[in-house]
């Protein structure tokens, strides 16, 4: 049975940092093409935040967060992190991890073969 689960999210102040987390149990995110990080607002669609490809290290990251969020991947504990710095406001969403085994654009919903459950993150 596999599993995504998002630990770190809570409240902060704007200028603030927060490290999410997501442990990944059933699966190998090592072997997946895509792991990322997503992000949800009432009303709006769940947008790409960052994602990372094991199989090439690299990484990409959406506009709004680049420079302030980094992603990253511990192959040995099966988990992934994303390192918010400098907290907006306008970055309060549900935040959900996900991993992709279809070879197709990293960060697009529709590609994504597994989610996490959320968490929250509220920028005050």
């Known amino acids: 049975h596999v599993q995504l689960v998002e630990s770190g999210g809570g409240s902060v102040q704007a200028g603030g940092s927060l490290r999410l987390s997501c442990a990944g149990t059933g699966i190998h995110l090592s072997s997946a093409f895509c792991v990322g990080w997503f992000r949800q607002v009432p009303g709006k669609e769940r947008e790409g935040v960052a994602s990372?490809?094991?199989?090439?290290?690299?990484?990409a990251y959406a506009s709004s967060v680049r420079g302030r969020f980094s992603i990253s991947l511990d192959t040995a504990k099966n988990t992934v992190f994303l390192q918010m710095n400098s907290l907006k406001p306008e970055d309060t969403a549900t935040y959900y991890c996900?991993?992709?085994?279809?070879?197709?654009?990293?960060?697009?919903?529709?590609?994504?073969?597994?989610w996490g459950q959320g968490t929250q993150v509220t920028v005050s």
């Open positions: 996900a991993a992709q085994f279809l070879e197709a654009s990293c960060a697009v919903v529709h590609a994504i073969d597994n």
């Open positions: 990372i490809r094991p199989g090439a290290t690299t990484t």
